[in-house]
């Protein structure tokens, strides 16, 4: 396998008009290194017009007196873009696929596909200890030779798919006003351990959308966020985050750039936040959360007005979707470092906001092109038509509307990112 080195700017974004023109310049080649369009231009610059992209003959040049930085092996290698099958692989290795049972996860991990989703319909006897251990997340595990990435949804109160077997969790809104951030930080090291016995290694929490409507029915959020304060919302996320990390599960902030006070509910329809240049506060939590290491980012569907890039509108383009998204999380958010995590998507085939729109392939290849890492097909399909998805995607790659290192740069970051482990001592602990 070929090495293939992963570089990100050495500029941070200024303020969030800056990250976003930035953007902008980038969009007819790579997005930050991670994300490239069907642009035969595959540079992209800095600030000061150098390219970030740079050759591997460029990539080893080195101070005199100094080694060569440590150069990653890709998990994916060289593909030829004219080998469909490999191209599938790569493909089916990006997706995190919702499964009911273990006969269709088992299509999945057969096709490729190296993340499942465990979700409200998912039969629990799938999980380990709770039926046949040959049907198990065990078994399918040594199926995919110990690679598989299994997740769900547990943030507490209204969204918590295990609490039948696992207990019960607080919202996010009771969280606040009840626990201190150690107790919180407690709570989750303990329900991360439980996930883990399990066979769960990433949780899709916490929720850091700032608190913008009293309901779950005003924005999809309601007691879902820990606060209208983004230091509030910080604290109380970090203490998931350390607890969720220190019991050996990854967790996955959601849902950039901000659900807070947008209006609409992405399940049933189109959502709109404020225009990008007002929602510095609803953008600080990913800002600083997602500097912790071995945290993942969530993007969701909702259509930002003045989120544009060459070619795309953000006022009538769901986040996901949106090259500024992924631009602004690799360039840095609200002055922060630029994220080099794993980025996912919300569902992309069980959600109005995008099924109004999108066939699950086109979706799923808008994303990638877009600069997902991850998209997430958990609902709204049965997992065997994971094959129509990726059809689409070496469709994609075949006319040259999706360039395959777009494909392959995402395998290799998630085949990186590796499983919650060594991880530092929670801050709230």
């Known amino acids: ?123 629990q006897s799938l999980l380990n200890g709770q039926g046949d251990p040959a049907r198990s997340l065990a078994a399918l595990q040594e199926r995919a030779g110990g690679d598989l ?42 329900h991360a351990r439980k996930l883990r016995d399990f066979g769960i290694t990433v949780d899709f929490a916490p929720d850091v959308d700032l608190d913008g409507g009293e309901a779950v029915s005003d924005n999809a959020i309601g007691d879902r966020a820990f606060s209208a304060d983004p230091a509030v919302v910080v604290e109380y996320g970090r203490a998931v985050i350390d607890g969720l990390l220190a019991g050996g599960v990854t967790p996955v902030i959601k849902h950039f750039p901000g659900h807070g006070h947008a209006t609409g509910d992405s399940h049933l329809g189109t959502v709109t936040t404020p225009p990008i240049d007002q929602m510095g506060p609803d953008l600080q939590p990913f800002a600083e959360l997602a500097q912790i290491p071995g945290v993942a980012v969530m993007v969701g569907h909702m259509q930002v007005p003045g989120f544009d890039v ?75 038509a994971v094959s129509g998805v990726l059809d689409a995607v070496v469709a994609g790659v075949a006319d040259g509307s999706l360039d395959l290192g777009v494909v392959t740069t995402a395998a290799d970051r998630i085949c990186a990112s590796g499983p919650a482990t060594g991880v530092p001592e929670p801050v709230n602990g």
């Open 1 to 123: 396998m070929n090495a293939r080195r992963y570089t990100r700017t050495t500029t941070r974004s200024r303020t969030t008009a800056v990250a976003l023109l930035a953007v902008t310049a980038t969009l007819s080649g790579s997005l930050l290194g991670a994300c490239s369009t069907d642009s035969s231009d595959s540079s992209d610059s800095t600030d000061s017009g150098t390219s970030v992209a740079t050759s591997a003959a460029e990539s080893s040049e080195t101070t005199p007196g100094t080694a060569p930085a440590e150069q990653p092996v890709s998990c994916v290698g060289e593909i030829d873009p004219a080998d469909s099958e490999a191209v599938r692989r790569a493909a089916a290795s990006t997706l995190s696929v919702g499964v009911t049972g273990f006969d269709d996860a088992a299509t999945a991990v057969d096709a490729g596909v190296r993340h499942i989703f465990i979700g409200s319909t998912t039969d």
């Open 149 to 190: 990435t299994v997740s769900v949804d547990e943030e507490g109160g209204q969204v918590q798919r295990l609490a039948d077997l696992t207990g019960p969790l607080p919202s996010a809104r009771e969280m606040t006003a009840t626990m201190a951030p150690a107790e919180v930080t407690d709570l989750f090291t303990d």
């Open 310 to 384: 060459e070619g795309v509108n953000g006022a009538e383009t769901p986040a996901s979707l949106n090259p500024a998204s992924y631009g602004l999380l690799r360039s840095g958010v609200n002055d922060a470092p630029g994220f080099d995590g794993v980025i996912y998507t919300d569902d992309l085939t069980g959600m109005q906001a995008i099924t109004d729109h999108f066939s699950p392939g086109d979706a799923v290849v808008t994303a990638l092109r877009a600069g997902a890492d991850a998209p997430l097909v958990s609902s709204g399909m049965d997992a065997a």
